[in-house]
């Protein structure tokens, strides 16, 4: 963006964006969203959404009245064929670009009253005040309804009674036999092209649904009730970038959770949470995780390969482990199995007979497991 157009984003009043979309046949929300698929072309609706502060469903409406008037264009996303981009229509969102014309004129002969050096200052200081009250807006959004400040993103919980969480990491991920330990069980090698980092921090504080710090690439989060999306979008510079998520959870409420997509590792603590079930599709070159304590029956499926695995629940929790496709070393607290292969059953003492207790299934092999317990 330059000078000017950062210049005149901060100056503009509500009168002039009213005026402005009048001037283009729109609403003054749907003048902002044109104006933010034009500064980002190829944005997701859902990277909308979280610019605007709009719901998805509130996004979707925009989009169809600003493609129905000619300003924008849907496309499919060349690299995830399920989503699709939003891209400004050249001849109507040169019209949009064109309508700001003359306050741009009007800024630059006004600065050019002034001294290089009192034109750097007023430019540094208009947008120092743009980007706090950015900042302020931010942060009053995701107290009421969700949002992002900084790299840090946090929903109320608000009259949500089922937490749901959903984490696709969009990670190539490449699991490798490598070579046989015994008649059933194999060595695997897993190849990714980055690292995919989620770590769970467990209770969030009172009154939040989510809340969740990021490194690398930003996520794409919906949160529509009660179900939280993070979505890590497929993309050619995404591919060999980092990406890491440290995830607190509302602990007034019980949570199913699913990671869909490789994972380096997955760790940290669930403790204080309550997780019905735990779904990790495909797989993690490490897993290490406390468990919460479990109300009924706590399902945990990991449906990849994963090469380490160390799961750490209250002492004298009853477990029952089915393992298919191998695992080269098995502990279960004190016992001890080697080369486990085929479909197998393990349960812990007493576990027939209790009412809270683990269901945990282990279904693409691994070279190292171990399930314990700690006070």
Known sequence: MSDIARLRQALRSTAYDEALAEHLGLNVTDLRCLELAIAEPGLTPGRLAELSGLTTGAVTGVLDRLEKAGFVERRPDPVDRRSVTVRPAPTRSDEARGAGESLDRTIRTLLAKHAATERAAIGAFVEAAAAAVADETA???????????????????????????????????????????????????????????????????????????????????????????????????????????????????????????????????????????????????????????????????????????????????????????????????????DNVGGDRRFLSPGYAAASDRYEIEILGGASDVRIVGQG
């Not at 949500?160 to 330990?181: D, E, I, Q, S």
């Open 139 to 337: 942060r009053l959004r995701a107290g009421s309804r969700g949002g992002f400040v900084g790299n840090t993103y946090s929903a109320p919980l608000g009259d949500a009674t089922r937490g749901r969480l959903v984490v696709v990491t969009g990670a190539p991920r490449l699991a490798l036999n490598v070579a046989p330990l015994g008649p059933q069980a194999a060595a695997r090698m897993i190849v990714e092209t980055s690292a995919s980092r989620v770590a769970f921090a467990g209770v969030a504080p009172a009154g939040d649904l989510i809340r969740a710090t990021f490194s690398g690439p930003l996520p794409d989060v919906r949160v529509s009730s009660g179900v939280v999306t993070v979505r890590y979008r497929r993309s050619a510079l995404a591919a060999f970038s980092s990406r890491g998520a440290k995830i607190a959870l509302g602990g007034a409420i019980p949570w199913t959770v699913e990671v869909q997509g490789g994972l380096t590792d997955l760790d940290g603590s669930l403790s204080g949470v309550p997780v019905s079930r735990l779904d990790l599709e495909d797989g993690a070159n490490h897993v290490n995780l406390e468990l919460p304590a479990p109300a009924g029956t706590m399902g945990l499926r990991i449906g990849g390969v994963a090469s380490s695995i160390r799961l750490r629940r209250p002492v004298g929790t009853a477990v029952g482990l089915r393992v298919a496709g191998g695992i080269s070393h098995l502990r279960l607290d004190g016992t001890k199995h």
